[in-house]
């Protein structure tokens, strides 16, 4: 390709509110450009990426077994309702009618579509095991779209769902698309772990979430440095550091009333008492699926709110209103205690593991401006219920080998499920076994966000001058500049090396463009393919100088020697 017929509009200024890297260099070098929030178009070399990233993608998994096909992108609300999900999935289901008034969705996820696909076509068991995916644009009206690619509203994804007659079937063809996903992102050349994660909105039991290491990262995940432990923080456990109290423990001692005038939350009351905040319990008032839920942890932890709904098996999780807490709870926010909950009618109350055996500790007294003091959680609250609840910490180890745990950023690139009968069972997709009775198709499913695996293989190959492109995902694979396109022997030797390298099935691009060299070295670097060739005043010999991108090694070569030294160069 001859770079002056390329639309590669390079920008020197990006607008402000392109935070991430990704986001700024892509828009620098030509590669998107915005046509509303959240929504890109793909312009020549940002297209060509993409494709890259998609025929990895294609080729994994063909080689698993998967078939490819095609579904639509619009889908009658009917399914959804049938799923159940029409109404749980949110604000970020774009819905839509039609003119004569009938709903319809723009496809965030096709579970329902696939399942009533599969429930109308499959009815033996002799054409299952069978997993089917697609590559195709989804929708979600984010409520914040930002950092460009990353978290859009249109995206292009990969989505794969398998079919099995029981659920050992199923943990085989999850086992095979977790590899898939482990070879597809080795091959992009991503840093990446697999994490242990929550099924969110898709449901389903065991997940794993495939999350590309960066900065700008959305995600918090959790990982042991000497064993193969990984998690992401809304699933992560950790051991909790034996803690180290401020007071010695007199178990004789009751507890006590103190007035504690507008301490009503940790800090405060922490300097108020001059006690660490590992000895207040907090005492969060919830509303579990509209009932009253209160939850004790302890005063240097978070609370972790998808634990919470799995263990009291609820749809939604709120924070209970401050007339509630008065009206239903009969205390007062900022003050509330467990001591006259704990066994109270309507009142579910669970306590974090950190708050197993406190003693010293401090609690809300139920009246504003009073805590209790001197409290011993196994003697004041015996019959209390116990759970995971918290977000790990730092100073936490790993629950396997007690190594301590490290904190990092990650972009989810990948994500895989195991439905289950989920969908199965409310869209009635069922086969006949071998005895003729009917049975539940067992589904999982398969996601990777391939514009997002874009973005993410950006944030982790750049530096100061532009992008660095690893060789599977590159547009081009070499870059050839021509440095006066005036001089006759640099424009013959260009031309001989361009058809050389494209007959042996090279990918180039020829910057042939009257510019300043200056500008064509900036745009070299800006764009970012693995190789610069430059023809420039030693072009009568024959000889270029060549620039590897990734570490900036430069040095000259004889054109004789050039296509033997890219072939070694890209093997």
């Keep these: ?141 984010e409520r914040r779209p930002r950092y460009g690619l990353l978290r859009g509203r249109e995206f292009l994804m990969k989505d794969a769902y398998s079919f099995d007659r029981s659920s050992a079937g199923l943990d085989l063809s999850y086992k095979q698309m977790y590899n898939a996903y482990d070879r597809i992102f080795r091959r992009t050349g991503l840093k990446f772990r697999a994490v242990e994660a929550d099924s969110g909105a898709i449901g389903g039991t065991d997940t794993h979430e495939f999350m590309a290491l960066a900065d700008v990262g959305e995600d918090t995940i959790v990982y042991c440095p000497s064993c193969q432990y990984a998690a992401n923080l809304e699933k992560a456990v ?25 301490a009503s939350s940790i800090k405060k009351l922490s300097q108020f008492l001059n006690v660490k905040p590992q000895q207040i319990i907090k005492t969060i008032a919830l509303k579990a699926d509209g009932a009253p839920l209160v939850v004790l942890i302890r005063g240097d932890y978070e609370l972790n709110e998808i634990k919470i709904r799995q263990v009291v098996n609820a749809e939604q ?93 990650g972009i989810e690139v990948g994500h895989v499920f195991k439905l289950g009968t989920k969908y199965s069972h409310s869209l009635g997709a069922v086969y006949n076994d071998e005895a003729g009775a009917s049975q539940d198709i067992v589904m999982g499913c398969y996601g990777i966000g391939i514009s997002r695996v874009l973005a993410a293989i950006v944030e982790q190959n750049h530096d100061d001058y532009g992008i660095i492109w690893p060789h599977a995902i590159t547009p081009f694979s070499i870059h050839l ?56 005043k030693k072009a009568a010999e024959s000889s270029i100088e060549c620039k590897e991108r990734r570490n900036g090694n430069q040095y000259e070569l004889q054109v004789d020697n050039l296509l033997a030294h890219c072939q070694t160069f890209f093997n």
């Excluded at 696909?117 to 054409?127: A, C």
């Excluded at 015996?382 to 396997?400: F, I, K, Q, S, W």
């Excluded at 007959?503 to 693995?530: I, M, N, Y």
């Design 1 to 141: 390709m001859r770079q002056q017929l390329l639309l590669n509009p390079t920008l020197r200024d990006v607008p402000a509110d392109a935070e991430a890297v990704s986001h700024r260099l892509m828009l620098r070098a030509g590669f998107i450009r915005q046509l509303s929030s959240g929504i890109y178009s793909y312009l020549p070399l940002g297209l060509k990426a993409l494709r890259n990233i998609q025929q990895i993608v294609q080729e994994e998994m063909d080689a698993a077994g998967a078939q490819e096909m095609l579904m639509p992108a619009l889908h009658p609300s009917e399914l959804w309702k049938e799923s159940g999900r029409w109404d749980i999935y949110g604000p970020e289901l774009m819905r839509l009618e039609d003119r004569n008034g009938r709903e319809f969705a723009l496809g965030a996820t096709h579970e329902e579509v696939i399942t009533s696909l599969v429930r109308d076509e499959i009815q033996s068991y002799k054409k299952l095991p069978m997993t089917l995916y697609q590559i195709q644009t989804k929708f979600r009206d």
């Design 238 to 262: 950790g051991v909790i550091p034996e803690l180290q109290m401020t007071a010695e423990t007199n178990n004789s001692t009751p507890p006590e009333k103190i007035h504690t005038p507008q």
């Design 317 to 409: 999780i709120s924070m209970m209103t401050e007339d509630e807490i008065m009206n239903e709870l009969r205390s007062v926010a900022g003050f509330i205690g467990p001591i006259g909950l704990l066994g109270r009618s309507g009142v579910q109350l669970i306590a974090d593991d950190s708050v197993r055996g406190l003693t010293e500790a401090v609690i809300g007294a139920n009246e504003a401006d009073f805590h209790l003091q001197h409290v011993q959680v196994d003697r004041d609250l015996p019959t209390l219920m116990y759970a995971d609840l918290r977000n790990v910490a730092e100073g936490d180890t790993c629950v396997h080998c007690l190594s301590e745990l490290v904190f990092a950023k």
């Design 481 to 536: 500049l021509t440095v006066k396109t005036q001089d006759e022997a640099q424009m013959k030797l260009s031309e001989h090396i361009y058809d050389t390298l494209t007959r042996a099935g090279f990918s180039v691009l020829w910057d042939d463009r009257e510019e300043r060299p200056g500008v064509k070295f900036h745009d070299a670097d800006l764009l970012g393919f693995p190789l610069r060739l430059t023809v420039g």
